[in-house]
């Protein structure tokens, strides 16, 4: 079989599992945000921390809470990193750096998981799996929660309430995102990856010198690092390391569990506001999206340049054997259409097109499908704009879900789109500007160019993937990615919790024959369109200074 129909054969697999789980899976998370219901050990939590999940919040409640929480996870992860060489399970390693370990925590509280430090020489067993992992899963879940409040907000008539936060999160926790990850590291382990806590040995005599590994609950960690769209590895080859991803088998499991709860929240958004077809056209907007980049990347990365080319059957460099071009290429697209950042290869080694296309991939706000929670609301922005779009070419008052857009709604969605592309061009532009930032740059030009913009591209849209050739770990790059990370994921949130409370306090207004029908595929390309205009108006001039200048030269 040759490469190319390997990887179109990874494609149609990844669409049959993703549509065989998508009714199940977004019914599933409906009920679970809408059920009165507690279990019993959720209450057990409620109680501990303090909390009455029945209380009913406006959106600045909201906000304080996910704003609280996220603080105190700050804290306590930084804390954990500047204690380790204190702590039991440490494997002998020193306690990190403060700029690293504010790097860190704001990087795993804001569901970006950049790392500018080598897992297996850093960190030990407490700080990988009581710190790390455990925030892999509740960033995920805060994601979730401010998504679930924008529906809420969309579907609610004259409340200004959005739900409860700590309900929320807990349920987002408990009854998603641990029972599938218990189940996923079940399949990692079968396929090969690793779930122990032993300690460092090493492995083989090579030129007179050994090799040194350590285990540690690897299986466990990557499975909600790729469900949960956080993207921090264990090791610092993350997924192309075989005790992470083994083989070509559990790297389309990982592709499919980064994919699965962005895709299947589309029809979790449709079942709330109590229209499925509501939930179809964003679900077709992501869904274009995601294949056109896959297609574009795969092209790109197959095509043949010289020997070198034919011999490897596509551009080979940087990227593993056992995934081969194909299984790369995908992951990469769906890595960077996500905000999950964990790679398998290293875009560093992509052509200069295909570089630009994982760069280009998080400009778009990773919204296709996006990450867990993140990827939804933004597409709902989005569509507010391209609804806004619309009404001023057939000059009537927009609407959404019969909820009018006016001028609140418009500055707060306008904010939304403003603030990452000003966050991610203007500490490139600063950093390009200063002589110390430029030192950490591996290559010159074009090339080094885009290694400073794709890492804040990284940073501030909660990526967390590198370029894999910027030396990160300085306290420029780590205070200011730190910054642009807090910053790209907890700003937009405010507008997109605003939006919500602005919208709940709305009465519907009925439709009428000149309301647009935001469940058709005509409004669906219209959003596709709205998306890709935004991203290349905003980021064009800077991608041309980069990955465009690069791929034309070569």
Known sequence: ??????????????????????????D??????????????????????????????????????VLAFSAVSVLFLYLLQRLQGSL?????FASIDPDQAFNTAASFVANT?????SGEQAMGHVVQTGGLAVQNFVSAAVGIAVAVALVRGLAATRTGELGNFWSDLVRGTVRILLPISVIGALVLVACGAIQNFSGIHSVGQFLGGSQQWNGGAVASQEVIKVLGTNGGGYFNANSAHPFENPNGLSNLFEIFLILVIPFALTRTFGRMVGSLKQGYAILAAMGVIWLGFTALMMWTEFAHHGPAFDIAGGAMEGKENRFGVGGSSIFAVATTLTSTGA????HSSFTGFGGGITMLGMQLGEIAPGGTGSGL???????????????????????????KIGTRQIKLAACYILITPALVLCFTGVAMALPTPGHSMTNSGAHGFSEILYAYTSGANNNGSAFAGLAADTQWFNTTIGLAMLLGRFLPMVFVLALAGSFAEQRPVPATVGTLGTHKPLFSGLLVATVMIVAGLTYFPALALGPLAEGLAS
């Open 28 to 65: 599933h998370m409906a009920r679970v945000y809408t059920s009165p219901r507690h279990l019993r050990a959720e209450k057990w939590i409620y109680k501990a921390i303090g909390a009455d999940p029945n209380t009913q919040m406006r959106w600045p409640a909201y906000l304080r809470g």
């Open 88 to 92: 039991p399970g440490s494997l002998g």
């Open 1 to 26: 079989m040759s490469p190319v129909l390997a990887g179109v054969f990874q494609v149609l697999a990844l669409v049959v599992a993703l549509g065989l789980a998508y009714r199940p899976l977004g």
């Open 377 to 403: 609301y933004g597409m709902l922005i989005m569509a507010i704009i391209a609804v806004f779009i619309a009404g001023l070419m057939v000059g009537r008052t927009p609407e959404y879900l019969g909820k």
């Open 343 to 346: 790679v398998n290869s290293f």
């Open 113 to 117: 998981n950049w790392q500018s430090y």
